[in-house]
């Protein structure tokens, strides 16, 4: 079937320094689907084009080259706000850094009511709080927890469990995570990452979750592309990840077996982050 967002052949140059002179192929013809009921994992180092791929799809940034399909429409003629909202209806993100996403002068509730607001306009705010209620239990939270408070009065597990909240509130048909758990605790990683797949069970919404960490990554992802140097250098089942083709996802693989261990425990692992760039593979 046709993927719900398909880049061809996309790139994403950008230029530095005062003439511009300076070029970073920050993503370099990346052709990449996102599968229907799927969650997608885009795996590698710091600085690969992960986080550039996500600004892409989110249409934060436009490609240089190469186009961005969703459900066959060039995703750049979602144009002005009425075409970004009609986007944004359909594709969802979801940042690293809660604290970061969620104005700290605001209390959270009021927040996520203007998301309603915004796309459900005729709502009775009766009707608004009773869908907020109903997607703050889909994160494993309740409306009494969430009540009075402002962002720094939860904890950073807590407040991506809500940035996910606000994700699910224009009922979206695709999520890209960038980096969803890497700034939350250890210990509640996977328990945020196990909210993805129930999401992808029960409500068949796909995903994109982008990470460095292969552990976690194959522990949430049914297919994984493994970029390197904005390329994509591998690309399979999550199961590729035990015997990869090349050198770089190799060398990734390599820490697999400590993480499964200690995941098994659900100890906490800070294995995960693998700083692969000083070695110098390629
Ligand atoms: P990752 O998410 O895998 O860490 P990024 O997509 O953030 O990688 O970055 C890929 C490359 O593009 C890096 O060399 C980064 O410095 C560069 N880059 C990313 N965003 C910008 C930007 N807005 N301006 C200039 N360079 C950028």
């Not at 996500?54 to 979602?78: F, M, N, Q």
């Amino acid at each position: 079937s046709e993927p719900i967002i398909r880049l061809e052949n996309v790139s994403k140059i950008f230029k530095l320094g005062l003439l511009g002179k300076t070029m970073i192929k920050a993503v370099d013809r990346v052709n990449m689907d996102i599968r229907e009921g799927e969650i997608l994992g885009i795996l590698g180092e710091s600085g690969s084009g992960k986080s550039t791929i996500a600004r892409l799809i989110l249409k934060i940034y436009e490609p240089t080259s190469g186009r961005i399909l969703y459900r066959g429409r060039d995703i750049k003629e979602y144009r002005g706000s009425k075409g970004l909202k009609e986007y944004y209806r359909k594709v969802q993100g979801v940042f690293q850094d809660p604290y970061a996403s969620f104005n700290p002068r605001r209390r959270v509730l009021d927040v996520l009511r203007d998301v309603m607001k915004n796309y459900y306009p005729i709502t009775s705010l009766q009707d608004i709080d009773r869908e907020i209620g109903l997607t703050i239990e889909k994160v494993g939270l309740s409306m009494s927890d969430v009540i009075g408070k402002y962002p720094h009065e939860f904890s950073g597990g807590q407040l991506q469990r809500l940035s996910i909240a606000r994700a699910l509130l224009v009922k979206p048909e695709v999520i890209i995570a960038d980096e969803p758990v890497s700034m939350v605790d250890a210990s509640t990683r996977i328990d945020i990452l196990n909210i993805f797949i129930d999401l992808k069970e029960s409500e068949g919404i796909s995903f994109a979750i982008i990470g460095h960490d292969l552990g976690l990554t194959r522990y949430v992802s049914d297919r994984v592309v493994v970029l390197y140097r904005g390329q994509i250098v591998e690309e399979g089942s999550a199961e590729i990840l035990s015997e990869p083709l090349h050198p770089y996802t190799q060398m990734l693989a390599k820490s697999i077996p400590r993480i499964d261990k200690k995941w098994e425990s659900k100890l906490e692992y800070s294995v995960g982050s693998i700083e692969l760039g000083a070695r110098g593979i390629g």
